[in-house]
T-cell receptor, first 114, second 113 residues
Framework: DVKVTQSSRYLVKRTGEKVFLECVQD?????MFWYRQDPGLGLRLIYF???????EKGDIPEGYSVSREKKERFSLILESASTNQTSMYLC?????????????FGSGTRLTVV | KQEVTQIPAALSVPEGENLVLNCSFT??????LQWFRQDPGKGLTSLLL?????REQTSGRLNASLDKSSGRSTLYIAASQPGDSATYLC????????????FGKGTKLSVKP
């Protein structure tokens, strides 16, 4: 069964810490995405990548950066965590050209910044 | 602006009932549309993907339709069960091969035993 794996289900971090959220997919997908999900606001795209070492800003990139050194791994970095970054973070991947695969999501990381 | 709307935001039905969830999108030039299920505190599970050239897709008790001209998609759930209780999200892909998804805010379904 194909998978997108997020390394942590729950994280608690302190304000000002540098936080790394890791995402790995085993489907050889070119595209990878990071979303955050908040009540009343739905899912919002933070960053995406369509190739190794490539990245594109989504709708809300401020306060975040990303790294994609290998095709299967896409990391989201909170340079200096703040309380307004408390949220559910979801990673997804998809094939270039989509075909019949659509998007596959990970199980999510619930981040709390205190 | 490309937007996706899901109405109602919440729905409660008795077990066994057939039901329809609605999704509308403002721009008919979609690449494809995908329906997801989300259980509380969990990630998204893909249910059905409809390409722009298709009218419907079926998986078990689920049937999704797509009408690009009217900007609508529906998810039909037959013979609902308590285990179907979850939030259902639809997402439109406008960006082609490298596009990202535009999500609706979901319909929270509760199926009562």
């Amino acid at each position: 069964d194909v998978k997108v794996t997020q390394s942590s289900r729950y994280l608690v971090k302190r304000t000002g810490e540098k936080v790394f959220l890791e995402c790995v997919q085993d489907m050889d997908h070119e595209n990878m995405f990071w979303y955050r999900q908040d009540p009343g606001l739905g899912l919002r795209l933070i960053y995406f990548s369509y190739d190794v070492k490539m990245k594109e800003k989504g709708d809300i990139p401020e306060g975040y950066s990303v790294s994609r050194e290998k095709k299967e791994r896409f990391s989201l970095i909170l340079e200096s965590a703040s309380t307004n970054q408390t949220s559910m973070y979801l990673c997804a991947s998809s094939l270039i050209g989509q075909g019949v695969s659509g998007y596959t999501f990970g199980s999510g990381t619930r981040l709390t910044v205190v | 602006k490309q937007e996706v709307t899901q109405i109602p935001a919440a729905l409660s039905v008795p077990e066994g009932e057939n039901l329809v969830l609605n999704c509308s999108f403002t721009d008919s030039a979609i690449y494809n549309l995908q329906w997801f299920r989300q259980d509380p505190g969990k990630g998204l599970t893909s249910l059905l993907l409809i390409q722009s050239s298709q009218r419907e897709q079926t998986s078990g008790r689920l049937n999704a339709s797509l009408d690009k001209s009217s900007g609508r998609s529906t998810l039909y759930i037959a013979a609902s069960q308590p285990g179907d209780s979850a939030t259902y999200l639809c997402a439109a892909n406008y960006g082609g091969s490298q596009g990202n998804l535009i999500f609706g805010k979901g319909t929270k379904l509760s199926v009562k035993p």
